[in-house]
């Protein structure tokens, strides 16, 4: 079955300093990868996404993905985080068949938070 | 402006009730879909629908029921048959199918038993 590990819960970096957010998945096939990311009592925002090709994907606010086949991953980074970038974030692969067809799976998310 | 509204972003509802969760989208997507996301459970998938008249069970839909009679709208009721219902709920839209699509998503009903 599809799934999506996000190993860390919780992450503090301090503000300018660089960010990595680890993602794994399991899937059958080539997968559709994307990252969200969710303020506090918000809804969640699309940040890059992943269906082929080029393997370093850039996104909104200065974030980048890098898509490993090999490893499995589909890791976020940033080369310098800034204090509004303090949120929950959130990995996902799409399920293009089984039970979530047509769907998304998501990871647990990683919580970020940025020291002054 | 295009987006998702969610209504009400906080709801309290008594034991043995149901609740009806508002989701409306001018974004002209064809498909809706609801979530639940508990704290460190990310976010788990009750129902779906890609078009009107038509939605199909997610990961977690006992206890929940929708309807779609209008491609704008896809509102979600937590019947009394749901033992935990106490949760943030999202609802969200994409043009087709989500997974090789970006999805929208609404700012959330935040549920409560009282």
């Known amino acids: 079955a599809q799934s999506v590990t996000q190993p860390d819960i919780h992450i503090t970096v301090s503000e300018g300093a660089s960010l990595e957010l680890r993602c794994n998945y399991s899937?059958?096939?080539?997968?559709?990868l994307f990252w969200y990311v969710q303020s506090p009592g918000q809804g969640l925002q699309l940040l890059l996404k992943?269906?082929?090709?080029?393997?370093l994907v850039q996104g909104i606010k200065g974030f980048e993905a890098e898509f490993k086949r090999s490893q499995s991953s589909f890791n976020l980074r940033k080369p310098s985080v800034h204090w509004s970038d303090a949120a929950e974030y959130f990995c996902?692969?799409?399920?293009?068949?089984?039970?979530?067809?047509?769907?998304?799976?998501f990871g647990k998310g990683t919580k970020l938070s940025v020291k002054p | 402006d295009g987006g998702i509204t969610q209504s009400p972003k906080y709801l309290f509802r008594k034991e043995g009730q149901n609740v009806t969760l508002s989701c409306e989208q001018n974004?002209?997507?064809?498909?809706m879909y609801w979530y639940r996301q508990d704290p460190g459970q990310g976010l788990r998938l009750i129902y779906y629908?890609?078009?009107?008249?038509?939605?199909q069970k997610g990961d977690i839909a006992e206890g929940y029921s929708v309807s779609r009679e209008k491609k704008e709208s896809f509102p979600l009721t937590v019947t009394s048959a749901q033992k935990n219902p106490t949760a943030f709920y999202l609802c969200?839209?994409?043009?087709?199918?989500?997974?090789?699509?970006?999805?929208?998503f609404g700012q959330g009903t935040r549920l409560t038993v009282v």
């Open positions: 969200a839209s994409s043009v087709r199918v989500m997974w090789n699509t970006e999805a929208f």
């Open positions: 996902a692969v799409g399920a293009g068949y089984g039970g979530s067809q047509g769907n998304l799976i």
């Open positions: 629908s890609q078009i009107v008249n038509d939605f």
């Open positions: 899937y059958g096939a080539t997968p559709y």
């Open positions: 992943y269906f082929s090709g080029d393997t």
């Open positions: 974004l002209n997507h064809d498909a």
